[in-house]
């Protein structure tokens, strides 16, 4: 914890060096005018200022969850880590010093123990970039319990009285008893219990459920970016299912389980030159859909459009599905070089909706759209589209000279931009 708050916790060196000279400055003029011994007291107080630093000052680290979370899991496993000696080193000099300075151990020990889950308790309610867990409460109250026998043993040693003994038992077991029922108290009723991913319940059936995902779209890669392609990552978004795989040479997505592929594009979309005319072109891409969209394309009907000519061709194919003249929602696009290069494509893999009948022929929604805009019709498509409130809808898409106008082909009546649902 010390190293990760030293790096996460911006301008610490500064702060630790003003709530050092707060605590100072009060403490050599109480020690002065009590006529107590001065360097051990100004010691305690600036180790206490570095654990106030260290545990207590906002870092840009995140919490381990919304809300006052702790993970209140058994600390034992944890408590040889790297991070909990840390944190034993940082309590004991101030637990050693405060056993000097007061020479009441137990009662020194109570009070640094419960310290020390109070720190946990103020990180888990603050906003602060903290996490907090029993193994911090554990390492912190080893390392008090380390430095208030260090500092008994030492006084001893020097021959120095550590305190009415019945008294000192008395006071640290009260204060360890109050102390820790109401840590225990306020922790059960305002902090949640940090729940790790692998124990939180449905785990292990999200995990069933995008296994095979990383190898379907592996596979799908290699297809269409070729061989030899390597993915670097694959993240699958379990809320919606889409998985996206970012390789080498592009990037490609699609749907899990429905395993349905939703675009690609190659990082380098600029056409290599190639032999392949536009016959040999569609070859490619009818070999491509009839292997990731059997299902969508039939039925279909194809168009193309050729970008540049000769070896640097670009064949751009479009993959429609008509019922009675209406444009249904399934899309498919796929670019094709001359060099038989699949650059990219796009698809809406779905069935047909069912809809209400068309009863709005062409002209008459386009005497409705230049009604409403005042301009003449130039394109008209009649398409499915799903609307806000309404489910899929026959839609009239008229192209007017300003933009867009949709009308309802079966009622009439305008769909503003707002409703309409891509």
């Known amino acids: 914890m010390i190293d990760a708050s030293v790096q996460a916790i911006p301008g610490l060196l500064a702060w630790f060096v003003v709530i050092a000279l707060c605590l100072t400055v009060p403490t050599v003029l109480i020690a002065r005018a009590r006529r107590k011994p001065i360097t051990v007291r100004v010691l305690l107080a600036v180790c206490s200022a570095g654990i106030l630093a260290v545990t207590l000052l906002p870092a840009d680290g995140g919490p381990v969850g919304d809300g006052a979370v702790c993970d209140l899991s058994s600390p034992f496993p944890q408590l040889t880590s790297s991070s909990a000696l840390l944190n034993v080193a940082l309590f004991v000099p101030a637990s050693f010093f405060a056993?000097?300075?007061?020479?009441?151990?137990?009662?020194?020990?109570?009070?640094?123990?419960?310290?020390?889950?109070?720190?946990?308790l103020v990180q888990a309610e603050g906003a602060m970039g903290r996490s907090c867990s029993a193994t911090d409460i554990a390492a912190n109250t080893t390392g008090s319990l380390l430095g208030v026998a260090a500092g008994t043993v030492w006084c001893r040693r020097a021959g120095r009285a550590t305190?009415?003994?019945?008294?000192?038992?008395?006071?640290?077991?009260?204060?360890?008893?109050?102390?820790?029922?109401?840590?225990?108290?306020?922790?059960?009723?305002?902090?949640?219990?940090?729940?790790?991913?692998?124990?939180?319940?449905?785990?292990?059936?999200?995990?069933?459920?995008?296994?095979?995902?990383?190898?379907?779209?592996?596979?799908?890669?290699?297809?269409?970016?070729?061989?030899?392609?390597?993915?670097?990552?694959?993240?699958?978004?379990?809320?919606?299912?889409?998985?996206?795989?970012?390789?080498d040479r592009g990037e490609i997505a699609g749907w899990?389980?429905?395993?349905?592929?939703?675009?690609?594009?190659?990082?380098?979309?600029?056409?290599?030159?190639?032999?392949?005319?536009?016959?040999?072109?569609?070859?490619?891409?009818?070999?491509?859909?009839?292997?990731?969209?059997?299902?969508?394309?039939?039925?279909?009907?194809?168009?193309?459009?050729?970008?540049?000519?000769?070896?640097?061709?670009?064949?751009?194919?479009?993959?429609?599905?008509?019922?009675?003249?209406?444009?249904?929602?399934?899309?498919?696009?796929?670019?094709v070089t001359s060099s038989g290069r699949i650059m990219n494509f796009t698809a809406r893999a779905m069935k047909d909706p069912e809809l209400p009948e068309s009863t709005v022929p062409k002209d008459e929604a386009a005497r409705l759209a230049r009604a409403h805009t005042g301009h003449t019709v130039q394109a008209a498509v009649l398409l499915a589209q799903k609307v806000k409130g309404q489910g899929w809808r026959p839609v009239w898409m008229m192209g007017v000279e300003n933009g867009d106008v949709f009308i309802d082909a079966a009622t009439g009546l305008r769909i503003s931009q707002e409703d309409l649902v891509h």
């Open 256 to 335: 899990w389980p429905e395993k349905k592929l939703r675009e690609a594009a190659f990082t380098d979309n600029r056409a290599e030159a190639g032999s392949l005319n536009q016959n040999q072109a569609e070859e490619v891409s009818t070999r491509f859909v009839r292997r990731w969209f059997p299902a969508e394309v039939l039925g279909a009907e194809r168009t193309v459009r050729v970008s540049g000519s000769g070896d640097s061709a670009v064949y751009m194919f479009a993959y429609r599905r008509y019922r009675e003249g209406l444009m249904m929602p399934m899309r498919l696009n796929v670019t």
């Open 99 to 120: 056993a000097l300075v007061f020479q009441r151990p137990l009662t020194t020990l109570a009070v640094t123990a419960v310290g020390s889950g109070l720190i946990e």
């Open 163 to 247: 305190g009415k003994t019945g008294r000192d038992a008395l006071w640290g077991a009260a204060l360890a008893v109050t102390g820790s029922a109401a840590l225990i108290a306020t922790f059960h009723s305002s902090v949640t219990p940090y729940i790790p991913l692998t124990e939180r319940p449905g785990f292990a059936a999200a995990q069933r459920a995008v296994e095979g995902a990383d190898t379907w779209i592996t596979e799908a890669a290699v297809y269409v970016f070729g061989k030899g392609t390597h993915v670097e990552q694959t993240i699958v978004a379990k809320h919606d299912g889409l998985v996206t795989a970012k390789t």
